[in-house]
């Protein structure tokens, strides 16, 4: 059988070469081709080029997958294609820990590069014309890149031992350093301009105020005072029997030493100077329209319950309410001027007269104090107290303005009325910039919008406190002035209390179209702690939903 094989391959192996041989090859003889094989078995050296190029095939068909192998085994391909991120030494396999550990090292090289972007933003941004939307762009990039070093401290606190000198580099630029985007307003005193007031004796301006609440009224006997300076006159403040108990949130002796001399009386005072005369000789009206004075019927005869006998109730010219005219102190003087003892003027709330003297720090009058309008001494000491009893030195107010607010706002164009939701995006942007966690909340807004405005306003992942005044409780003694001297309770002195804590703040927000927040403004103004933060809440947008009119 064995020989069989044998035979069946050296016949097998003869057609092939007969079949490979080129045409010219003499065909050998069966002798000469036994010797060929024999020859081919003993010694591999004489093979022909044909099989010796075959075997190379063969060779290169095994040694190039195991070249493959190796290099795909020993050699990282991806690290030839993509950018260098640090990465984390594989130990332990590709566990879950270490595939976190080595996205968070991923996401702060990638926060390291944003940072230099914005920092780039930020020296382009130093070299341009200021403005207010470039003051608003300048914010918004200094809060990112704020923003951009909490999250890169936050990812980097889990790898403080491991060698990542590239990561722990500081490239904050010099600039930055100390830098508040909600420093204080420059209200740059040196320009102001102002009118002496010097009163003549015995002459004397009777203020009447009558539109609005008690925010209106106060600044409708700021603009009195001015009118009595142009007019040399004392000004007296109006009786609470037809006006606000003004005595139980200002100091009326105060003003008074602010200007050196009596230029101002309490009702009281003046009816005792006049006792035997308590008579208004001239009674003349800014407004004509709607109706003279702004005053109706009932004021007259509260007026007249107080003894005093009025004149004719005159108005010195055509003035609508609804639509003031730009008037001139030479207007005033011309038209309100008089020899008589005691004038009274009309509501003078809406009146705008030299607005650019009024506006200023301080107001038009000079004298040596900051205001002339300002909460009482017990009732900054309150606030004081309360500050520093509940928020501290750095927290942002917000007056959040809502009752009766929605149709009033919507009446307006655009309205001024936005939903909590939006309101809490608008507080969460002014808090980031602020870079202040805390929020004291001044609010007439029921419990169920200032809860759904609580869980909203978040910075950092962490819920922001809305700070509110609590009830009155005995074992707390930061309003312990007003208990003692028989002010608590009382809804003005509680309001100016409110508007005290705002005017103190770090940041202030306020409510469109509130005269709240208007006065709130004068006062930060008028003490220099108004911030380049302070705005409308969500200013410069709509609200994003707006209901139909009845």
Not at 42 to 51: H, N, V, Y
Not at 418 to 444: G, H
Request: aromatic share 8%; hydrophobic share 40%; glycine share 6%.
């Amino acid at each position: 059988m064995m020989e069989r094989d044998s035979s069946d391959e050296e016949e097998d192996h003869e057609n092939l070469i007969s079949q490979n041989a080129r045409p010219n090859d003499v065909v050998k003889s069966p002798t000469n081709h036994t010797r060929r094989s024999a020859l081919r078995i003993d010694g591999g050296g004489r093979l022909s080029g044909a099989a010796r190029g075959f075997n190379k095939r063969y060779l290169l068909a095994i040694l190039l997958p195991m070249v493959i192998l190796i290099l795909y085994f020993t050699t990282d391909l991806k690290s030839l294609f993509q950018m260098r991120i640090p990465t984390i030494k594989d130990i332990g396999g590709n566990s879950p820990l270490n595939r976190m550990r080595e996205s968070e090292l991923r996401a702060l090289y990638l926060l390291k590069q944003q940072e230099l972007q914005l920092l780039k933003m930020w020296n382009y941004t130093t070299l341009q014309n200021q403005s207010n939307s470039f003051e608003d762009l300048k914010s918004r990039v200094f809060s990112q890149i704020s923003l951009n070093k909490q999250i890169q401290g936050i990812l980097l606190s889990s790898h403080e031992n491991e060698g990542f000198p590239d990561l722990n580099e500081n490239n904050t630029d010099a600039s930055l350093t100390g830098l508040n985007m909600c420093g204080k307003v420059d209200q740059k005193l040196s320009e102001r301009r102002t009118v002496d007031w010097k009163p003549r004796s015995n002459k004397y301006l009777l203020a009447i105020c009558v539109s609005g609440q008690m925010s209106n009224h106060l600044i409708c006997l700021e603009k009195h005072m001015f009118f009595a300076a142009l007019l040399n006159r004392i000004l007296v403040i109006p009786s609470s029997k037809v006006d606000y108990p003004f005595h139980r949130v200002l100091d009326i002796e105060t003003i008074n030493k602010c200007l050196g001399r009596k230029v101002v009386v309490t009702f009281e005072e003046f009816a005792e100077i006049k006792k035997n005369h308590l008579h208004v000789d001239k009674f003349m009206c800014y407004f004509s329209l709607p109706q003279p004075c702004f005053m109706d019927d009932d004021h007259v005869k509260k007026l007249k319950g107080l003894g005093l006998s009025l004149g004719k109730i005159e108005t010195v010219w055509k003035e609508d309410v609804k639509k003031p005219n730009q008037r001139k102190v030479d207007d005033v003087m011309a038209k309100f001027s008089s020899d008589d003892d005691v004038i009274a003027v009309g509501d003078v709330f809406f009146a705008d007269v030299k607005r650019e003297w009024v506006m200023q720090p301080g107001g038009p009058i000079a004298h040596k104090c900051k205001t002339l309008i300002e909460p009482s001494r017990l009732i900054l000491l309150t606030a004081q107290r309360f500050i520093q009893t509940f928020l501290g030195k750095d927290f942002i107010a917000l007056h959040f303005r809502r009752h009766g607010f929605l149709k009033f706002c919507n009446a307006k164009q655009p309205s001024c009325f936005f939903p909590v939701p939006q309101a809490a995006e608008c507080i969460n942007r002014v808090v980031e910039r602020a870079n202040t966690p805390v929020v004291y909340l001044s609010t007439d807004a029921a419990d169920s919008e200032t809860g759904l405005l609580q869980s909203l306003v978040v910075w950092n992942g962490k819920t922001v406190p809305l700070v509110q005044r609590p009830a009155r409780n005995s074992a707390e003694k930061w309003d312990a002035l007003l208990y003692r001297h028989g002010l608590e309770g009382d809804p003005q002195v509680e309001a100016m209390l409110d508007k005290t804590i705002c005017a103190l703040s770090s940041v202030f927000i306020g409510s469109s179209g509130s005269t709240f927040t208007e006065d709130i403004l004068r006062i930060r103004k008028d003490w220099g702690s108004a911030s380049l933060c302070d705005e409308y809440l969500c200013q410069g947008e709509l609200p994003n939903f707006i209901a139909e009119d009845e």
